[in-house]
């Protein structure tokens, strides 16, 4: 459906400096994402994958090569991309329908359309009996949904997801998982999630980019089948979790280099 | 100086008092009443040091009836609240801006937190000379009682909002208004009770501390200098009564408005 | 260190860039950790500064009376003078004595009541209500009662210091010692510890971060209710050198005396704070 939402990430080095050395977080990351495609990114803890993200939206800026949205140069973060984080970062004194809210702050709209919009949205992740709650009063996975439905609610091109369920338990996770495909299929829009759950990763995304730590770089790209995608008991989608979980061991060495001195 | 007396919240130990035990606390209040009557009754202490309940009661009843009583009352009250407002109308904002502009707290910031080590007292006979001994000097001391704790406690919710929050309202690209209302100072408003509530205790503690120092005019703490000079001890004891009653009043009646205020926190 | 997770410290190296946080959390070298400090101190002074040269400016061409505002030089003058003389020293002390006998008094009175209070529920039951109560009244409140039952000599002085210090130790320590987690108490109990190891393993060094709390602010309005007292009866000390200064009309004196008072009091509060940064070293660690 939606023309908008190429995302080109082209040869993109991110360096830091820890302890006075020069780590590479992000060696020549090329990487473009076509409108309405979810692309999964799986990676051990520090292949930077969270970095590259973080780059995407723009709340870091400081990196060499180049980062295109529908083809304009990204410089800070603006309302076309949206993100959730692991943690879900409501505002705890503003109320579930007032968080949501938030995402429209800049919008120019009318008043009566930006409740429209919120109370869709809510609708969208199944919350709209707790539109008055404030985020103290939900759980964990619900405090989640919360936060997708902010960032959905002012229809950005680009969602970007940092490991958004890695801090539920497992059942509230699959539910989820199942909840943001449907979203995601519904609104049509480009997806990049960030995950270290190969399965997440395989059950969510129409491509898989495996990529590997010190520097971080990406070792293969997998297409995800829609057929072997969508039921996680088949043959083909474990077959895939094999490649998958061979890809990432192949560059994730038994003991994680030693860095820190 | 400011000295922070901030009270940490009874633990779960302290909440399971049963209701039946807390007349407990009324016990040794009564034998100490009982006690200082026998004693005053019996005539075993001076009655002039020790007078009965009865005497301070009859006092505090005199008082009433001419009037005085409640004049001295109001004027102290008067001069606390204007004081207290005109400290945290001033000490909310400045806290802001130090706690939000990271140049105002590498510049100002070690001026105020040097300054405020003066014992708050010591501006007095500065403020008596600049102010006169009037109404002014009183309020303009109480205000700067207030001011204080006020800035400190603002200054420190200010400078520990989330990060993770702020990153929120970068990529909600807010504006700098939205994110002072909507991020800045919700997130800083427990502190901002605090240093209100501390504000209220010192310019409590200011009050009496102004009316003794800068004797014109009404007041409780005029009405204990009167009572020393005199001997008249009940007077004294009542005026102790009178501002201990008040300050409770106080204290209850900011803690209420806290938790109307942060209704979020209660869950 | 041991599994240095790139994307957090990623993640921190990006905010602190942001935020213009000092590096020192990432080991900044340290010839950068001086010049730092360095640039912290003298944006620190240009404030001050300013304010001492408008001050002196505003003096030198007349633009405040000197009723109101003395010449800084005088002031300066007046400091060197009470230095030589060493009247500065006479008074400070005789305030120091003062503030440390009500202190030691108050404090240690605080001690033993708040650790009966945090231990004892009875104590609690019966002795918190009362002392809750008056703990309402200012410390300043009692002045005239003390008065009329002890004069105006160093009785009164101590007593009302002592008190001042008497509250927040008390609460401190009491409430420091009833919110101590649960848990604690249950990893004891699953030991098989007794009373006296529960109390000197678990009780105490969990509770010390806010006994000391409480310390520290004891001291701090212990030398605010010393200038009071001092301001309103006595013949010595420094609050007297400002009832003198301001009697006599030299705001010279008046001003000098009050940044000795700032200064004995940042250093009273900076040498205990040394102390309670060594006691809390674990819970910094910890976070």
């Known amino acids: 459906m939606p023309d908008q939402g190429t995302l080109e990430i082209r040869n993109v080095f991110k360096r830091f400096e820890v302890a006075g050395r020069t780590v590479e977080a992000l060696s020549g990351i090329d990487l473009s994402v076509a409108p309405g495609e979810f692309v999964s990114v799986v990676g051990a803890s520090g292949c930077g994958k969270s970095t590259l993200l973080r780059l995407i939206v723009g709340l870091d800026r400081d990196y060499d090569g180049e980062i295109l949205l529908d083809g304009r140069r990204l410089a800070g973060p603006t309302l076309d991309r949206a993100i959730v984080f692991q943690e879900h970062r409501l505002f705890p004194w503003l109320r579930v329908e007032d968080n949501v809210a938030l995402g429209l702050l800049k919008s120019a709209l009318p008043a009566p359309e930006k409740r429209k919009l919120v109370r869709e949205h809510l609708e969208l992740v199944g919350l709209s009996a707790f539109a008055g709650a404030y985020p103290a009063q939900l759980s964990g996975g619900m405090s989640q949904r919360v936060a997708i439905a902010r960032a959905l609610v002012n229809r950005p091109d680009i969602l970007l997801l940092d490991e958004p369920f890695g801090a539920l338990d497992a059942l509230t996770r699959a539910y989820l998982q199942a909840e943001l495909r449907r979203i995601v299929r519904s609104e049509g829009i480009t997806a990049v999630l960030v995950t270290h759950d190969v399965e997440e990763a395989i059950f969510l995304g129409d491509r898989i980019v495996v990529m590997h730590p010190r520097p971080g770089r990406i070792a293969e790209i997998l297409p995800v089948d829609a057929a072997s995608g969508q039921d996680r008991a088949s043959t083909s989608f474990a077959h895939l979790r094999e490649t998958v979980l061979t890809g990432l061991g192949a560059g994730h060495p038994a003991l994680p280099g030693r860095l820190a001195a | ?267 | 260190m041991t599994n240095l997770d790139l994307d957090r410290v990623a993640f921190e190296a990006a905010v602190a860039e942001r935020y213009r946080l000092s590096g020192r959390r990432f080991g900044a070298r340290a010839g950068a950790g001086v010049a730092k400090r360095a640039g912290t101190i003298a944006a620190a002074l240009i404030f001050p500064a300013s304010l001492f040269l408008v001050w002196q400016v505003a003096s030198l061409f007349d633009l405040v009376p000197a009723q109101i505002l003395p010449d800084p030089r005088l002031v300066l003058a007046t400091f060197r003078e009470f230095y030589d003389t060493g009247d500065l020293a006479f008074h400070a002390r005789i305030s120091l004595l003062r503030v440390l006998q009500g202190f030691a008094l108050g404090a240690g009175a605080g001690l033993l009541l708040g650790i009966a209070m945090g231990l004892s529920r009875r104590v609690r039951e019966f002795v918190e209500p009362l002392f809750l109560a008056l703990a309402q009244v200012p410390a300043l409140g009692w002045i005239p009662l003390v008065m009329l039952l002890v004069g105006i000599d160093e009785a009164l002085k101590v007593i009302i210091i002592a008190k001042a210090a008497l509250i927040p130790v008390t609460i401190n320590t009491s409430r420091g010692i009833l919110n101590v987690p649960r848990s604690y108490r249950e990893v004891g109990e699953v030991l098989t510890f007794g009373r006296w190891q529960t109390l000197t393993r678990i009780l105490a060094p969990a509770s010390v971060p806010t006994v000391f709390t409480g310390i520290r602010y004891g001291l701090t309005n212990a030398w605010l209710a010393l200038v009071a007292v001092e301001l309103l009866a006595s013949s010595e000390g420094l609050g007297y050198l400002m009832v003198w200064g301001r009697q006599l009309f030299q705001l010279d004196l008046v001003i000098m005396a009050m940044i000795v008072v700032g200064v004995i009091g940042f250093l009273l509060d900076w040498s205990l704070g040394l102390v309670e940064r060594r006691l809390q070293r674990w819970e910094a660690a910890g976070s």
């Open chain 2, 1 to 267: 100086m400011s000295a922070v007396t901030i009270i940490p919240p009874a633990g779960e130990a302290a909440a399971t008092t049963e209701p039946k035990r807390r007349w407990n606390g009324l016990i040794l209040p009564a034998v100490l009443i009982l006690l200082w009557e026998g004693a005053s009754q019996s005539g075993l202490v001076d009655d002039r040091l020790l007078p009965s309940l009865g005497t301070v009661a009859g006092r505090g009843w005199s008082e009433l009836a001419d009037g005085r009583l409640a004049v001295d009352i109001a004027s102290s009250l008067a001069r606390d609240v204007s004081g207290f407002a005109i400290g945290s109308a001033l000490g909310i904002p400045v806290g802001l801006a130090l706690g939000l502009s990271r140049t105002l707290d590498r510049f100002v910031g070690p001026t105020f937190n040097a300054a405020k080590q003066i014992a708050v007292f010591a501006w007095i006979p500065l403020i008596s000379v600049w102010f006169g001994v009037g109404e002014a000097a009183k309020i303009a001391f109480i205000a700067l009682a207030a001011f204080t704790p006020v800035v400190v406690n603002t200054w420190a919710g200010a400078r520990s909002v989330p990060r993770t929050l702020g990153e929120v309202a970068d990529v909600l690209a807010l504006s700098r208004w939205q994110r002072l209302t909507r991020l800045e100072i919700p997130s800083a408003l427990p502190s901002i009770f605090v240093g209100l509530q501390l504000g209220l205790i010192y310019s409590w503690l200011a009050t009496v501390g102004a009316e003794y120092f800068m004797t014109i005019g009404p007041g409780i703490g005029g009405l204990m200098t009167e009572g020393r000079e005199h001997f008249h001890m009940d007077l004294v004891i009542l005026g102790v009564l009178l501002l201990g009653g008040i300050g409770l009043g106080l204290n209850k009646l900011a803690a209420l408005m806290e938790t109307s205020a942060l209704r979020w926190k209660r869950y």
